[in-house]
């Protein structure tokens, strides 16, 4: 995504500001607890479940509940803040994507591992289908399943069953 530019932490915080907004918007509360979620999943540069992040959060003095967590992470998907990718075991997976380029993912069905890869012609040509189809998109994901290099070594299969 290029709708912010400059550091992490400036992108952080323009960010919070459009999350303010959007909680506002939406007549929602603004509580420390959904401030503490916000900057711990943009503290993560990684792919993370609501369980690793509710369990991240579940001591010390910044402790959020998990219900609170669950609910936030909606809200950030909900205002482009997040994206949820699911494994080949449907499991929600979270990434923050203010500041990030469009992106897709393979993911190992073994190891479960994330690998991201950008995607201009491919992006492309889904803008394209839905200009052909007068089509307005929200957004897009593109997961594709397999096998990673090191999972295939490993077993000794060479390529990917099918």
């Given at each position: 995504m290029k709708e912010?530019?400059?550091s992490h932490q400036d992108i952080t915080h323009q960010g919070w500001d459009k999350f303010v907004g959007f909680l506002k918007n939406r007549k929602a509360r603004l509580t420390p607890a959904r401030r503490i979620i916000f900057y711990a999943v943009f503290e993560r540069h990684d792919h993370f479940s609501a369980d690793q992040l509710a369990a991240q959060l579940s001591a010390g003095s910044d402790r959020v509940s998990r219900g609170t967590v669950y609910r936030t992470l909606t809200l950030m998907v909900e205002a482009g803040m997040v994206?949820?990718?699911?494994d080949s075991d449907n499991h929600a997976h979270f990434e923050?994507?203010?500041g990030h380029e469009d992106h897709h993912h393979l993911v190992c069905r073994q190891c479960g591992r994330f690998i991201e890869f950008a995607g201009p012609v491919i992006s492309g040509r889904i803008e394209q289908v839905c200009s052909e189809n007068?089509?307005?998109q929200d957004w897009h994901s593109l997961v594709v399943f397999g096998w990673c290099?090191?999972?295939r070594r490993e077993t000794g299969q060479r390529k990917a069953v099918t």
């Open positions: 912010f530019s400059g994206r949820e990718v699911r923050h994507i203010l007068n089509f307005v290099e090191d999972c």
